[in-house]
């Protein structure tokens, strides 16, 4: 049994016309909101054993926010291009080509990336209908599943869905 926790970037600016949307920072809000899901996390005792995001700003700032709630040491944390505006086949096919560690068939994966796909990608996974993960949103899934090459669509469960606006 695996356990997946598929996250969007918390709020990103606009304020910066000039920037690529690739390096697009938090804003304010964005940097609040991110410690703030981590401590959910934390309280819900989610130790990750692979953090894999986007390498996108907004979603690598995510990630290590994140991360150091959770005590996940910042140069453990993996990031793969393919992520960023991915679709939900991109995404399946990242997270099928993860390392199983050889000591846990039950690894804690934490995946940061960009909306559509990612709520694509949830749906199709634990055929479920959310109509849109906002940001810093974690849905957070069992999957049927004792190998990351083995994952298909429909092989989790959800687990719990929060987001930042959720009391």
Same mark, same amino acid.
């Given at each position: 049994?695996?356990?997946?926790?598929?996250?969007?970037?918390?709020?990103?600016?606009?304020?910066?016309?000039?920037?690529?949307?690739?390096?697009?920072?938090?804003?304010?809000?964005?940097?609040?909101?991110?410690?703030?899901?981590?401590?959910?996390?934390?309280?819900?005792?989610?130790?990750?054993?692979?953090?894999?995001?986007?390498?996108?700003?907004?979603?690598?700032?995510?990630?290590?926010?994140?991360?150091? +709630? #959770?005590? $996940?040491?910042?140069?453990?944390?993996? %990031?793969?291009?393919?992520?960023?505006?991915? =679709? @939900?086949?991109?995404?399946?096919?990242?997270?099928?080509?993860?390392?199983?560690?050889?000591?846990?068939?039950?690894?804690? +994966? #934490?995946? $940061?990336?960009?909306?559509?796909?990612? %709520?694509?990608?949830?749906?199709?996974?634990? =055929? @479920?209908?959310?109509?849109?993960?906002?940001?810093?949103g974690i849905v957070a899934a069992t999957?049927?599943?004792n190998e990351w090459k083995h994952a298909?669509?429909?092989?989790?469960?959800?687990?719990?869905?929060?987001?930042?606006?959720?009391?």
């Amino acid at each position: 049994m695996k356990t997946l926790y598929i996250i969007r970037h918390a709020k990103s600016s606009w304020d910066n016309p000039e920037l690529s949307d690739f390096d697009r920072p938090l804003n304010k809000r964005g940097e609040k909101d991110a410690p703030r899901m981590g401590k959910r996390l934390k309280e819900r005792r989610v130790t990750p054993d692979i953090m894999l995001s986007s390498p996108a700003a907004r979603a690598l700032t995510t990630c290590r926010e994140i991360a150091k +709630v #959770l005590g $996940f040491s910042e140069d453990k944390i993996k %990031t793969d291009k393919r992520l960023y505006h991915a =679709n @939900e086949d991109q995404i399946l096919k990242v997270m099928q080509e993860l390392k199983d560690s050889p000591r846990d068939s039950e690894e804690v +994966v #934490l995946l $940061f990336g960009h909306n559509p796909g990612l %709520t694509e990608f949830a749906n199709a996974l634990l =055929n @479920e209908e959310i109509e849109n993960i906002p940001t810093c949103g974690i849905v957070a899934a069992t999957l049927k599943i004792n190998e990351w090459k083995h994952a298909y669509f429909g092989c989790g469960k959800m687990e719990f869905f929060d987001y930042p606006k959720r009391k």
